[in-house]
């Protein structure tokens, strides 16, 4: 637990903030030229509209754009956060869980840009105690258009605590702020201690369409996180009734975002039913994570979600990375993607 003098000690002097190597502090940016922004700190703010559960430290920083940098912080909390969370002009709760290269002293994160916008004003919060986590970890997140047309989608949850369930948000682009959800009611949450796949098919979908997908994680006392966005692109069909088979090939499409944090999406194709595997490598050529093992997929688009973590479930140090497709028919391709920090 966190003592009531640490809670005291959270004043805007004691924080040790640093942008692009760079420190903030009362004298503004340093070697960035850019505006002196305005900091401030305090324990579990009431007034701030965090609407999270187990919120310690909160800092704000405003006057500046802080898109596109890296954000390194000494939050002074006495112990080592296993995650974060930050966002944007009051948008949605990204989370950031904890990097190998996290300590007592220095956590840091990496906030993507995003299409040229410049909405000015960055909240981050960390949790009060020693071995608080999210609410709910998700292993793989999946969309797969089906010989139907429709498009499934497949997530898998390793944990849940006081979960109340899910929501799945679709857009027709990357922008979140554009997606609307489509389930009519919550799917329920079960709540155990060990993995749970969930199904959901959409069936109002356009062929020749791109679809991107988030789940939005609702806990019990209404609070939430999004994952995502995974994609697929549904293929019309032609005037037989079936799918045009020169349009279709199998390959290993590419990672969106690249470079990312903390998630990507892979996506790939396939022309006929096969059994792939697709493998995450690090610059070493060592195995950091099997995201498909040799499963059955049927032809069509599919995309998959890498959540950042190796083998250990511990999140994958900030490089470069391989991902490896590979079929039974004897397709094998090879792709780079930037994990960034």
Do not use: C
């Not at 995502?228 to 045009?244: A, F, I, K, M, R």
């Amino acid at each position: 637990m966190i003592k009531e003098n640490r809670k005291a000690m959270h004043t805007v002097s004691s924080q040790i903030i640093m942008v692009n190597s760079a420190l903030i502090n009362e004298a503004g940016f340093l070697k960035l030229k850019i505006a002196k922004p305005d900091i401030s700190a305090e324990w579990n703010p009431q007034d701030k509209g965090v609407a999270l559960p187990n919120v310690g430290l909160y800092l704000s920083i405003t006057g500046v754009n802080l898109y596109d940098r890296y954000i390194e912080i000494n939050p002074d909390l006495g112990f080592n956060p296993l995650h974060l969370a930050y966002r944007l002009a009051g948008g949605e709760w990204i989370f950031v869980p904890q990097d190998a290269g996290w300590t007592i002293s220095k956590v840091f994160f990496t906030i993507p840009p995003f299409d040229g916008r410049n909405e000015d004003g960055l909240e981050i919060v960390f949790p009060a105690g020693e071995g608080q986590t999210l609410p709910v970890e998700l292993s793989s997140f999946t969309a797969t258009v089906t010989t139907g047309l429709f498009v499934e989608l497949q997530w898998i949850a390793e944990t849940e605590t006081n979960m109340l369930g899910y929501n799945v948000f679709r857009s027709t682009d990357i922008a979140l702020i554009d997606a609307v959800r489509i389930n009519n009611t919550i799917i329920q949450a079960n709540n155990i201690s060990h993995a749970v796949t969930y199904n959901y098919t959409d069936e109002e979908v356009t062929p020749e369409m791109t679809y991107y997908y988030w789940l939005q994680a609702n806990d019990l006392d209404l609070t939430h996180q999004f994952y995502g966005p995974v994609s697929v692109l549904v293929e019309d069909q032609g005037e037989d009734g079936t799918t045009p088979q020169v349009e279709l090939v199998t390959a290993l499409k590419g990672a969106y975002p690249n470079p990312f944090n903390p998630s990507t999406s892979i996506s790939f194709s396939l022309a006929e039913t096969a059994n792939i595997s697709l493998t995450i490598y690090n610059a070493k050529g060592q195995v950091t994570g099997y995201l498909i093992n040799e499963q059955q997929f049927d032809k069509g688009n599919h995309s998959v979600l890498w959540n950042g973590k190796d083998l250990t479930g511990r999140t994958a140090a900030s490089g470069v990375f391989f991902y490896r497709m590979e079929t039974d028919q004897g397709f094998s391709e090879t792709k780079k993607m930037l994990l960034l920090k």
